[in-house]
C-alpha cells in the first residue's frame, strides 16, 4: 500500500488578471487597479483582479500592487507571496488562451525558486518570487496592455488540498490525510455497538458512547444511515430527499456473535459491534461495501465528521456532480463541495457552481450509489492518499448518507433520482437550440439577431437577455433606454417562433425607492420586522457587494419570502410574456473576501422555524432561490411548463430546472471536459445540462467554435453564450464554412428533436440523463469505463464528437457485445473492434448499436414552426433473436396537460427474428392524445434486398411505383442503391398491431 505523505502545508491561489472594457462592464470598485489611462493603450482602462484568492486558505489575501506603465503600455504586477513552509510546493501556471503546460518550483529556504515559462502573448516578463522562503516572497511580472485576449496567471499548489478560508488549517488538512487522522487522538470513531434495537424499518444502533445511530431500510436496496453527536433524529431536513417511500422490504433482522444482520431480499447490512462498523453485503455473501468507521473531530463551534471505507476490487468513481477536468472517472482526486462562481475555471479547479454529494462506485460487476446527505463545506477523498480507500466527509453536521445497490449505473441513478426526485418535461423549445451573450445591448440588436438567424436558415428557439436589460443590474427592472419596448420586442419575436429567457439575479441592491428592495423591507411577516432578507447575527441585514452595488439577500426557504418573490415576476412573466428565466449567482455570489455572505448570516431552514448559519446553507442557497422563483412561476402561470436555467444548485435540482456548467473558456481543454462534465452531471441526477457552446471566457477559434456546435448538440441544453467583452459568437462571424458547419449541426439536433423529446420523457420518469457515459449502456465491457471522448446519447446512439484541434481523423472505439453502424448508413462495425475514420471540419461521427430505431423528423427553424412534421424512423438490423424496445412520446409540447394525462405514448419492439426477417410490434401504452401527423415512416438500413413481403398482423401494406409513399395508405418502396427499405404506415393502424418483413 502506498501512502503519500503531505510533509507540508500546501496553498493554493487563483489570480485572475482581467482587462476590460470600461464602457460597458459593471464595475469592481473594491478591487482596485490603476485608473491611469495612456492614450497609446486601446486596452488602457483598469486592470482588475477578479475571482481572486478566494482558493486562499487564511483571512489574510494575498496583496498585489499594479501599475500601469504608459510609456511601455505594459502594467507591472506584483504579487506577494505568502509563507510557505519547507517543503512546500508551487505549481506555475501562466497562460494567454490555452493553458500552458505548468512548471513547480519548491522552496526548501534558500533554493534558487525555478519558473519556466510559455511565452503568452500577453505575458511579457515574469520574475520572482526574488527570494521565496519561509517569509514568502514576490511574484513579478508584465502584462502587454495593449493585447486584448485575458492575461490569467495561476498559481496552484502541486497537491491540491481543497480547504476553506475559515477553517483551520492544520485540521483541515490533516482531516484529508486520513492515517493522520486517525492517528490524530482528536480524532474519535465511534466505539462499540452495546444494542441494537428494531422498529419496523428503523434500526437503533446504542453505541458504548452513550450515542446513537439511525439505521433506517429504505427499501431492499436503499438504506440510510444517520449519526451525530446530539441523539436527536428529530429533524430530518433534507433540501435533496422527497421521497422516503419505496416498496416496503423483507427484512430479517438477526443477532450474531461479532455482528447484528439485517437481510432485505437483495442486501445484507451487518452492523459490527466491535468497533461500530455498517458493511453491506451481496446475497451470496461478497462484501460490496467495507465500512472503515466514522470518525470526529470536536471543536468548540463545530464537529468535523468523516467516513472511511475500502475500495471496492478494481473500483472506479463516477458521478460527484459538476467537475471539471478531463476524466469521467474520479479516482486519485480530492473533491470539495463549496458552490462557487468559478469565473475562468481551469481542468485544475476544484469546487464549481454546484454541490452534489453523490457518487456511483463500481467494478463492472457491483454498483454502489452513495449520496452523502450534508449540505455543509463537504469533501470526497477517492484513494488519493491511500490506495484502495476513499473518505468523505464534512466540516459540519451530521454523518448522513444513502447507500444504494445496484445491479448496473442504470439502476443506481433510478433509484438516486426516486429519493431526489425527477425531471418535470420542460416546454419543448427549451430543447432547441438557444443564443445568449453577455449581452445584448439593446432592442436592435435583438432585431438583428433573430433576422439574422432567419435569414440564414439556421434554427433557433430562444434568444437570452442578460444583465444589461435590467436598469443598472437590478433584477426585476428594465433599462428604459436600451430596451424601450421590451414587450413590443418580445411580441414580434414569439410571433416568429421565438422565445425568451431573461436573467435574474438573487442579490438586491440597497436603494430606497428600487421596488424589489423597498418592498423586501415590509412584505415578509414571518420576520418580526417584516423583512425578506437574510441577517448578520447582529440581526441588521447581512450585505455584500455584487453587480448593483451594495446588495441584500432574500431568505428563500420562508413562505412568506417565497411568496413575495414569485409575485416579483408578474410583470416579466405576465405582462411583458418573457417565457423562461435564468438564475445566476446564486452561490450566492458576492465580489471580494470570501466571495459569497459571511458565514454567520442567518438563513431559515425549510422548516419555517430552525435558523441556520450560511455555513450550513451555502450549498443549498441557490437550490432556494431556485424553488422560490418555480414556484412563483407555477403560480403565476400554472399551466406552463415553466423553465428556469441554474447556475447554483444543490442535489435534487433537477426536479426544479437545468444547470449549465457557468463561465468555461474557448480553448480545446473546455470542449473536451464538455464531455466528462456533462456525462458526471448526468450520473447525478442532472438531465438537463449544458455547456456555453463556444466557450464563455475569451474566444474561440473557428474551428473550435464549429466542433463545439456540434458536440453542444448532443446536451440537452444547448446554447451559444459569451462573456461581456468576448467578440461576438453568433454562428455566422467565423465565416462561411463555420457558418455552414453550425447551420448542419443545429439542424441535426432538430432532425433528433424526436428523440431528444423521448429521452426527456424518459428522464422525467426514470431519471436517467440524456448523454451516457458508454459503461452505463455497456456494462460488460471493461474497457469503456475509462473512455471520455465518446459517449451515448439515449440507449441506442453514439456520439463520437471531434474534439481534438487541426484533426483529419478520428478513432472511434466499438463496445464489445454488439455491431454498430453508422448514423443513417450502412457500414457496420464489429463490437471491441477501433476504427480510424478521416475527419473533415463537417464531420460529426455518429454511430448506432444493431438492432436499435431511432425516429427523427424534418428540420424546423424553430420547434413547432411546421404544423404537421411526420417522423422517420431509423430502424438498423440486429443480431438475430435481439430485441429492441422502443418508446415514443408525444404530448402538446408546451403545457402541463400531460400531468393530467394528455399524452401518447406509443411503444415499439424491434426484433429481428431471424436473418430475413424483422418485425415492428406496435402498441399504445397510453393513448391519450392526437398528434397532428397521420403517418410515420420506417427506414429500414441495411435491408440486402428488396423484401419478398412486407405485411401487418392487421391491414395492408401496398407498394408503390416510384418512391413517393403517400399520405393516406400504408405503404412501401425498396432503394436498391441506397439498400434502405422505406415503409409508411398510419398512426390509426399501428395499435396492437405487427409490421412484418421478410427478404
Ligand atoms: O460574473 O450575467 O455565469 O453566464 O453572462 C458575471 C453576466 C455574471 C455570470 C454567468 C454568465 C453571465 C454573467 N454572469
Keep these: 500500500m502506498q501512502f503519500q505523505r503531505l510533509s507540508s502545508y500546501s496553498f493554493a491561489f487563483i489570480i485572475l488578471l482581467t482587462a476590460i472594457t470600461a464602457c460597458v462592464s459593471p464595475s469592481n470598485p473594491k478591487l482596485a487597479a490603476p485608473e491611469k489611462e495612456c492614450e497609446q493603450a486601446p486596452y488602457s482602462v483598469p486592470l482588475y483582479v477578479r475571482g481572486s484568492f478566494n482558493d486562499w486558505m487564511s483571512e489574510t489575501h494575498p496583496k498585489y500592487e499594479m501599475d500601469l506603465n504608459c510609456e511601455t503600455s505594459e502594467y507591472t504586477v506584483a504579487i506577494d507571496i505568502p509563507p510557505l513552509k519547507e517543503g512546500g510546493k508551487y505549481a506555475f501556471k501562466v497562460a494567454d488562451e490555452d493553458w500552458g503546460p505548468s512548471t513547480t518550483f519548491s522552496v526548501p529556504e534558500g533554493d534558487e525558486p525555478l519558473i519556466e515559462l510559455d511565452s503568452p502573448k500577453a505575458l ?137 444482520a439485517i437481510k432485505t431480499a437483495e442486501l445484507d447490512v451487518e452492523i459490527n459491534k466491535k468497533p461500530f462498523r455498517v458493511h453491506f453485503k451481496e446475497k451470496d455473501g461478497t462484501v460490496i461495501h467495507q465500512d472503515l468507521g466514522v470518525y470526529k473531530h470536536k471543536t468548540d463551534e463545530r464537529t468535523y465528521i468523516i467516513k472511511k471505507a475500502k475500495s471496492l476490487e478494481g473500483a472506479r468513481y463516477y458521478g460527484f456532480g459538476e467537475r471539471s477536468g478531463f476524466t469521467t472517472k474520479k479516482n486519485g482526486e480530492a473533491m470539495r463541495n463549496w458552490n462557487k462562481d468559478a469565473y475562468g475555471y481551469s481542468e485544475h479547479t476544484d469546487n464549481l457552481y454546484s454541490t452534489i454529494p453523490f457518487f456511483i462506485e463500481t467494478n463492472g460487476k457491483f454498483f454502489n450509489g452513495v449520496f452523502f446527505d450534508n449540505s455543509y463545506q463537504s469533501y470526497f477523498n477517492i484513494e488519493k492518499y491511500v490506495e ?100 413590443k420586442m418580445i411580441k414580434e419575436h414569439q410571433d416568429q417562433g421565438f422565445t425568451f429567457i431573461s436573467i435574474i439575479d438573487p442579490h438586491i441592491k440597497i436603494e430606497e425607492g428600487y421596488h424589489v428592495y423597498d418592498s423586501g423591507l415590509t412584505s415578509c411577516p414571518q420576520a418580526k420586522d417584516n423583512t425578506c432578507f437574510v441577517k448578520a447575527p447582529d440581526g441588521s441585514l447581512a450585505q455584500g457587494e455584487v453587480w448593483p452595488g451594495d446588495s441584500v ?53 425549510p422548516d419555517q422555524k430552525t435558523v441556520s448559519t450560511h455555513a450550513k446553507l ?45 463561465d468555461n473558456s474557448s480553448n480545446w481543454a473546455h470542449l473536451k471536459m464538455n464531455i466528462p462534465m456533462g456525462l458526471n452531471l448526468g450520473l447525478s441526477g442532472i438531465s438537463m445540462v449544458g455547456a456555453d457552446v463556444g466557450g464563455f471566457v475569451g474566444a474561440p477559434t473557428p474551428e473550435l467554435f464549429g466542433r463545439w456546435m456540434q458536440l453542444g448538440l448532443f446536451f440537452p441544453v444547448y446554447r451559444n453564450h459569451t462573456a461581456l467583452k468576448s467578440p461576438p459568437q453568433e454562428p455566422w462571424v467565423f465565416g462561411e464554412e463555420i457558418e455552414k458547419v453550425s447551420r448542419e449541426a443545429v439542424e441535426l439536433r432538430y432532425e433528433l428533436f424526436p428523440l431528444v423529446y423521448d429521452l426527456t420523457y424518459e428522464s422525467h420518469k426514470t431519471g436517467l440523463p440524456h448523454a451516457r457515459p458508454l459503461f452505463m449502456e455497456n456494462p460488460e465491457d471493461l474497457s469503456v469505463y475509462d473512455i471520455d471522448d465518446q459517449f451515448h446519447f439515449g440507449d441506442a446512439l453514439m456520439v463520437a464528437a471531434v474534439v481534438e484541434e487541426g484533426a483529419t481523423q478520428r478513432k472511434v472505439y466499438f463496445p464489445k457485445g454488439k455491431n454498430w453502424y453508422t448514423f443513417r448508413g450502412n457500414q457496420k462495425f464489429e463490437g471491441g473492434s477501433t476504427e480510424s475514420f478521416d475527419v473533415d471540419i463537417f464531420s460529426i461521427p455518429l454511430f448506432v448499436k444493431e438492432g436499435a430505431i431511432i425516429p427523427t423528423q424534418g428540420v424546423e427553424q424553430y420547434y413547432d414552426e411546421l404544423e404537421v412534421n411526420p417522423i422517420t424512423f431509423e430502424v438498423y438490423p440486429g443480431a438475430v433473436g435481439s430485441q429492441y424496445e422502443y418508446t415514443l412520446y408525444r404530448d402538446a409540447e408546451v403545457k402541463k396537460e400531460y400531468l393530467k394525462g394528455e399524452y401518447q405514448e406509443l411503444h415499439i419492439t424491434h426484433q429481428q427474428s431471424a436473418s430475413n426477417s424483422q418485425t415492428l410490434a406496435f402498441n399504445f401504452a397510453h393513448n391519450n392524445y392526437t398528434p397532428p401527423e397521420k403517418y410515420m415512416t420506417f427506414a429500414f438500413r441495411d435491408a440486402q434486398s428488396a423484401p419478398r413481403s412486407v405485411s401487418l398482423s392487421v391491414g395492408s401494406v401496398d407498394k408503390v411505383n416510384g418512391t413517393d409513399l403517400p399520405e393516406d395508405k400504408n405503404g412501401f418502396y425498396y432503394d436498391s442503391k441506397t439498400k434502405v427499405l422505406y415503409v409508411r404506415l398510419l398512426d390509426e393502424v399501428l395499435d396492437n398491431n405487427t409490421l412484418n418483413i421478410t427478404y
Design 124 to 260: 511579457t516578463t515574469v520574475k520572482g518570487p526574488d527570494v521565496l522562503t519561509e517569509a514568502g516572497g514576490k511574484l513579478l511580472f508584465t502584462l502587454d496592455a495593449t493585447n486584448p485576449s485575458e492575461p490569467t496567471v495561476k498559481v496552484e499548489p502541486t497537491d491540491y488540498i481543497p480547504e476553506h478560508p475559515i477553517f483551520d488549517v492544520d485540521r483541515l488538512l490533516n482531516s484529508y490525510q486520513f492515517e493522520n487522522v486517525v492517528r490524530d487522538k482528536e480524532w474519535k470513531g465511534t466505539g462499540n455497538v452495546s444494542k441494537v434495537k428494531q422498529k419496523g424499518q428503523v434500526f437503533w444502533v446504542h453505541l458504548d458512547t452513550g450515542l446513537k445511530a439511525r439505521i433506517e431500510v429504505l427499501s431492499d436496496k436503499i438504506v440510510h444511515m444517520r449519526h451525530n453527536d446530539t441523539n436527536d433524529y428529530e429533524n430530518d431536513i433534507s433540501y435533496a430527499v422527497i421521497n422516503r417511500k419505496f416498496d416496503t422490504p423483507t427484512i430479517n433482522f438477526k443477532e450474531e456473535q461479532e455482528y447484528f
Design 553 to 605: 439577500f432574500p431568505d428563500y426557504f420562508r413562505d412568506d419570502v417565497i411568496e413575495w418573490w414569485g409575485e416579483l415576476y408578474r410583470e416579466l412573466a405576465v405582462d411583458v410574456g418573457i417565457d423562461g428565466f435564468w438564475n445566476d449567482m446564486g452561490e450566492p455570489a458576492t465580489f471580494g473576501g470570501i466571495k459569497t455572505l459571511p458565514l454567520d448570516t442567518l438563513i431559515t431552514e
Design 388 to 487: 484502495d480507500e476513499y473518505f468523505f466527509g464534512a466540516t459540519d453536521g451530521e454523518m448522513d448518507y444513502y447507500f444504494i445497490h445496484g445491479n448496473d449505473s442504470k439502476e443506481v441513478v433510478e433509484q438516486y433520482t426516486e429519493l431526489t426526485g425527477r425531471m418535470q418535461m420542460p416546454p419543448k423549445w427549451a430543447l432547441g437550440f438557444h443564443q445568449c451573450r453577455y449581452s445584448y445591448m439593446s432592442e436592435q440588436e435583438i432585431y438583428d439577431l433573430a433576422r439574422n438567424f432567419r435569414e440564414k436558415k439556421i434554427p433557433l428557439d430562444t434568444i437570452y437577455l442578460d444583465i444589461h436589460y435590467m436598469d443598472s443590474f437590478k433584477s426585476f427592472t428594465v433599462d428604459k433606454e436600451r430596451f424601450p419596448n421590451l414587450k
Design 618 to 662: 451555502h450549498n443549498v442557497y441557490g437550490f432556494s432561490q431556485l424553488q422560490a422563483t418555480l414556484d412563483g412561476l407555477d403560480k403565476l402561470r400554472p399551466d406552463n411548463r415553466n423553465y428556469v436555467l441554474a447556475r447554483a444548485a444543490y442535489a435534487g435540482m433537477q426536479r426544479t430546472g437545468a444547470i449549465w456548467t457557468g
